[in-house]
């Protein structure tokens, strides 16, 4: 489950290579933040994760605290704004693999890339994978 907006998106041909459409990467943009976080719940809540660990990955990722993520929420913080005002985790780099398709560590785009940071995050808590893991923490 990606963001909805770049459901059937993604043109014929399209690879890592390429950068991202205008009209998608604008779409993207401006799609609030409030929109796709209640899917992201769903998802992983049915794959038997938790909303408080969907939290746990946002703040890895973007630097915010609880009280940060609920005002985008309620002010229904574009993308761009969202990720505009995030401080990126410096092990974001180590985000790597294909989500829709597109290598992560490929893409182009600074804004879609973080977008699919995120996406990437997601899709591994849903799968289970172990939050030490998933928040690319150091084995010990």
Not at 78 to 99: D, M
């Amino acid at each position: 489950m990606g963001i909805p907006a770049l459901s059937g998106a993604t043109p014929t041909g399209y690879d890592s290579g390429m950068a991202t459409p205008p009209a998608t990467l604008n779409r993207v943009a401006r799609l609030p933040f409030a929109t796709v976080y209640p899917l992201y719940v769903t998802k992983v809540e049915r794959k038997g994760r938790t909303r408080a660990e969907l939290d746990e990955v946002i703040r890895w990722l973007t630097g915010f605290d609880d009280a940060a993520i609920a005002r985008h929420l309620a002010e229904q913080s574009t993308f761009a704004q969202f990720f505009e005002a995030a401080r990126l985790n410096p092990n974001a780099t180590l985000i790597t693999g294909v989500i829709c398709g597109v290598r992560v560590e490929e893409i182009e785009e600074p804004l879609m890339q973080k977008v699919r940071y995120l996406d990437k995050l997601v899709d591994e808590l849903a799968k289970g994978r172990p939050m030490q893991k998933v928040l690319r923490a150091p084995v010990a």
